[in-house]
C-alpha cells in the first residue's frame, strides 16, 4: 500500500479519535437531558475519559501525538509535507487562522479534560449494570 494512502488512513482514524472525544461530550450531556440510557455506560465513559485524559498528558509532557508522528514519517516518504505544529494545532491554524504558543493548546486540552470529568458529576455513569446477572442453577 503506497505511503500517502497509509497517511490518509492515519489521518482518518485521528479525526475519528478527535471526533470520539469531542462529539462523545457533546453526546453525554445531550444524553443526560435528554434520558439516554447509553451515555451512562461505564465502558463508553472510561474510554471517553482515557481518550481525553491521554491527549492531556501528552499535551503537559510536550510528547507529539504518534499517529501525527506515523503520518508525518509516511507524508515524508512519500514526497509531502507534515504538520509544523501537531495534528490539532495545524487543523486548528488552518480552520481558524489561530496562531498560539503550544501552552494554549495544551490549556483547551486540560479545560476540555476537565469538562469531560465535570460530566461525570453532571450524568453520572452506570456502575452497576441495570439488570441482575443470571446466577447459575445448581444440578
Known sequence: MPNQTLADI??????????FVVLG????????????????????RLAHLAAIGLVVAQAWL??????????????ARAGQPGYELGFIADRVQRLIFFQADAWVFSL?????????????????P????????????SL
Open 10 to 19: 492515519i489521518l482518518l482514524l485521528h479525526a475519528g479519535f478527535i471526533a
Open 25 to 44: 461530550l457533546l453526546l453525554i450531556l445531550t444524553g443526560g437531558v435528554l434520558k439516554w440510557r447509553w451515555v451512562r455506560n461505564r465502558w463508553f
Open 62 to 75: 510536550g510528547i507529539t501525538c504518534p499517529l501525527t508522528t506515523l503520518e508525518n514519517s509516511l507524508r
Open 108 to 124: 483547551a486540552y486540560t479545560v476540555f479534560g476537565l469538562l469531560v470529568l465535570t460530566s461525570f458529576w453532571l450524568v453520572r
Open 126 to 137: 452506570r456502575w452497576k449494570p441495570t439488570h441482575p446477572t443470571h446466577a447459575a442453577t
